[in-house]
């Protein structure tokens, strides 16, 4: 049972972190970064397993690769911007960590452009 | 899941704050200084190298090239 494992870990590092954050608050960062990163390792595991489930699906059902690629980019991305700007909040700085935020939305969007164009061209197609 | 990197961290990050504490006391501000750049530096490589770890898998898992 993993779940044990991260929240019995977790709660050891928050101590740990709190008590470093006393003298040294930039090994208190380092620490919850070099956790977060972990927990993050020990989660793609099992989200590669649902995603590989989801591809023998949208194969299945004949649905364009193209579409479930880009949907696996946007949520990567929007994973490893959350990571990372949750870090960047908890180490106090308020400013990088929505600089990040900023960024990510960006690209997210930036990945939607192209099936946005293709939904509007069907809806055009559509209309008589 | 290496868990020992994480308490590695920790513990270099305890040691580290009582060694600075000491080297205060002994007067010794810059040496105090500079060990904990040294520190600081040390477990940075040690984080990058799970980050670039961890990069390399998410690549893997959502294809984001």
Avoid at chain 1, 2 to 31: D, K, M, N, S, Y
Wanted: charged share 15%; aromatic share 6%; hydrophobic share 60%.
């Amino acid at each position: 049972m993993e779940v044990l494992q991260v929240v019995g870990i977790g709660l050891v590092i928050t101590v740990l972190a709190v008590l470093i954050r006393g003298q040294r608050p930039e090994f208190a960062v380092l620490l919850a970064l070099g956790f977060g990163i972990l927990v993050f390792l020990l989660i793609l595991d099992k989200v590669g397993v649902v995603i590989s489930v989801f591809r023998d699906l949208s194969r299945k059902a004949q649905i364009e690769d193209f579409y479930l690629t880009t949907l696996l980019k946007v949520l990567g991305i929007a994973y490893v911007a959350e990571f990372g700007a949750q870090i960047c909040r908890d180490a106090g700085e308020g400013a990088i960590a929505s600089k990040i935020e900023l960024a990510g939305k960006v690209l997210i969007v930036l990945l939607a452009l192209p099936i946005l164009t293709g939904i509007l061209e069907a809806v055009v197609r559509l209309l008589p | 899941m290496n868990v020992d990197l994480v308490f590695k961290i920790a513990g270099l990050g305890i040691l580290i704050s009582v060694l600075h504490i000491i080297l205060k006391q002994a007067d010794k501000e810059e040496q105090a200084q500079m060990l904990t750049l040294a520190g600081v530096v040390v477990v940075l490589i040690m984080v990058v190298q799970l980050i670039g770890e961890l990069y390399s898998m998410v690549r893997s898992v959502f294809h984001l090239f």
